[in-house]
């Protein structure tokens, strides 16, 4: 009798348990597919289910390395250590001239499906934002570029949008919220996520996230980890060679252009 209720109590612990894991992707296609089979096997409704996309190196790609994720996180890297080739004062001014580059780059899709992969779940009901470290004043630049690739996110966002840009709670940089974008100016993700969900108290038994960085991918997975939602988290993997090429080279033209980015402010100031 006593093994046979220790067994029921497992068996229930098995049936309740909120699932999770972390995986990796090259597609987008692979991404959809397991939202779609494992909100039936876990019999979720698409309105209990949120699919959260990071954007860069994510569902854009830079058309160039100068501007690009790992241009930032390569002159990011040059901040702590003080390298030659560091172009920003600081990591704000890291952010803004990246901003500048924004409005004059055009950038493409990492996948050519991705527009209509995040589009069809939209269309099936689910909840699906963007959350990107970009700051908000990059969003106009950010949306029109989201626009040219057949992107929208003001059709499938949870809450509303908030109209001026804000500090979350015991943070000190400034984030926005607006058609679905969630502009965090490099903040921790995980926090930034689940500070948005209570802001609009918003709860869902579902999680899905999509982003390049494994540190990413990492704290949003840990930050609902043992929580009431399912969390899965695809570190998506595509640009990697891109990036990875990046790093090992001599980055001469990307050194170039900053200093004629550098050049340029001097001159308008």
């Excluded at 959260?52 to 890297?77: C, E």
């Excluded at 409005?103 to 493409?108: F, G, L, P, S, V």
């Excluded at 057949?150 to 919220?177: C, H, M, V, W």
Aim: include cysteine; charge should be positive; aromatic fraction near 12%.
């Amino acid at each position: 009798m006593r093994k046979f209720i220790l067994l029921l109590i497992a068996q229930l612990l098995v049936s309740t348990a909120f699932a999770s894991w972390k995986s990796e992707t090259n597609s987008h296609r692979e991404v959809y597919e397991f939202v779609l089979n494992q909100v039936s096997k876990e019999g979720i409704a698409t309105k209990d289910a949120l699919i959260v996309y990071d954007i860069d190196n994510t569902l854009l790609k830079m058309k160039q390395n100068f501007g690009s994720d790992q241009w930032f996180n390569w002159q990011s890297n040059c901040l702590k250590i003080q390298c030659p080739e560091l172009i920003a004062k600081d990591f704000q001014d890291l952010i803004d001239l990246q901003y500048e580059i924004f409005t004059m780059a055009k950038m493409d899709p990492t996948e050519g499906y991705a527009p209509q992969a995040v589009r069809s779940l939209q269309e099936k009901g689910f909840s699906v934002i963007a959350l990107t470290s970009r700051g908000p004043e990059s969003r106009n630049a950010t949306e029109r570029e989201l626009r040219r690739n057949n992107y929208d996110f003001s059709k499938s966002l949870f809450g509303e949008s908030i109209a001026a840009s804000f500090t979350p709670t015991g943070q000190k940089r400034i984030a926005s919220y607006q058609n679905g974008v969630f502009m965090t100016s490099g903040m921790h993700k995980g926090q930034m996520l689940k500070y948005l969900l209570g802001r609009f108290q918003k709860h869902y038994k579902f999680i899905v996230f999509i982003d390049d960085h494994k540190k990413h991918t990492d704290r949003v997975f840990n930050m609902f980890l043992n929580t009431e939602s399912s969390i899965y988290t695809f570190r998506y993997g595509l640009e990697d060679n891109k990036v990875q090429n990046f790093n090992l080279s001599d980055k001469a033209q990307s050194i170039k252009l900053g200093r004629a980015l550098l050049s340029l402010r001097e001159q308008l100031q």
